[in-house]
T-cell receptor, first 114, second 116 residues
Framework: DTEVTQTPKHLVMGMTNKKSLKCEQH?????MYWYKQKAKKPPELMFV???????INESVPSRFSPECPNSSLLNLHLHALQPEDSALYLC?????????????FGEGSRLTVL | QQQVKQSPQSLIVQKGGISIINCAYE??????FPWYQQFPGKGPALLIA???DVSEKKEGRFTISFNKSAKQFSLHIMDSQPGDSATYFC?????WGEGFGNVLHCGSGTQVIVLP
C-alpha cells in the first residue's frame, strides 16, 4: 500500500463548482508535488512544495490553487475547471526537494469535469 | 522539448519472455535514472533506479543497463509474468539538484502486455 494517501479517489464536478483534492504523507518527507496525468501519458508536473513553500509552478492555470498547510498535508483547490481538466491528479512526496527522482506517489484522484 | 525519449510505445511478450524498453536523454547533468511501474487506476511506483557511475543494476527479474557515452538506458524484464503487465516510465533527474533539476523528467511510457 502507498504511504501517500489521496482523497477523494473519484470526483465529478461541474464547471462552476469549487472542490478540493487532499493529500497526506507521514514519512517525514519535506517535498510534495502535484502531477496531472492524462490517459496513456506520463505524469506532468504542476506544483512543487519545498519545506512547505511553493518552489515550482509549471505555468498552471489559476483555476488550480495549491496549498500546503503543513509538512504532511497538501491540498489542490479547484474552481471553474474545464472539461479538458479531467484527468488523474497525482500527489507525490520525496525525502527532500533534491531527491525529486525518488518519488512516492499516491494512488491519485480521478477527476471528471462535466 | 522532451528531455527523455522512450520506446517502444507498447509491446506484447509471451509469459517467460524478455521485455526490453529503451530510453535516451540529452542533458548530461542528469545523474539519477529511475523506472516507474504503473498499473491501471493506480499511481506510479518506483521500480528500480540507477546512477551513471554503474553500467548495470539488477533487482530480481528487473535489470537496468546504462550507457553513459551514448546517453541511453534500458529496462529488461526477464521471465516476464502476466502480473508484470503495466505501463513503465523511464525518467531522469538530478539527484541533489535545485531549480530545473528539481523535477522528474519522464519518458512517454511503454505499455507492456504479458500473455499467459
Amino acid at each position: 500500500d502507498t504511504e501517500v494517501t489521496q482523497t477523494p479517489k473519484h470526483l465529478v464536478m461541474g464547471m462552476t463548482n469549487k472542490k478540493s483534492l487532499k493529500c497526506e504523507q507521514h514519512m517525514g518527507h519535506r517535498a510534495m508535488y502535484w502531477y496531472k496525468q492524462k490517459a496513456k501519458k506520463p505524469p506532468e508536473l504542476m506544483f512543487v512544495y519545498s519545506y512547505e513553500k511553493l518552489s515550482i509552478n509549471e505555468s498552471v492555470p489559476s483555476r488550480f490553487s495549491p496549498e500546503c498547510p503543513n509538512s504532511s498535508l497538501l491540498n489542490l483547490h479547484l474552481h471553474a475547471l474545464q472539461p479538458e481538466d479531467s484527468a488523474l491528479y497525482l500527489c507525490a512526496s520525496s525525502l527532500t526537494p533534491g531527491r525529486s527522482g525518488e518519488l512516492f506517489f499516491g494512488e491519485g484522484s480521478r477527476l471528471t469535469v462535466l | 522539448q522532451q528531455q527523455v525519449k522512450q520506446s517502444p510505445q507498447s509491446l506484447i511478450v509471451q509469459k517467460g519472455g524478455i521485455s526490453i524498453i529503451n530510453c535516451a536523454y540529452e542533458n548530461t547533468a542528469f545523474d539519477y535514472f529511475p523506472w516507474y511501474q504503473q498499473f491501471p487506476g493506480k499511481g506510479p511506483a518506483l521500480l528500480i533506479a540507477i546512477r551513471p557511475d554503474v553500467s548495470e543494476k539488477k533487482e530480481g527479474r528487473f535489470t537496468i543497463s546504462f550507457n553513459k557515452s551514448a546517453k541511453q538506458f534500458s529496462l529488461h524484464i526477464m521471465d516476464s509474468q502476466p502480473g508484470d503487465s503495466a505501463t513503465y516510465f523511464c525518467a531522469a533527474s538530478i539527484e541533489w539538484g535545485e531549480g530545473f533539476g528539481n523535477v522528474l523528467h519522464c519518458g512517454s511510457g511503454t505499455q507492456v502486455i504479458v500473455l499467459p
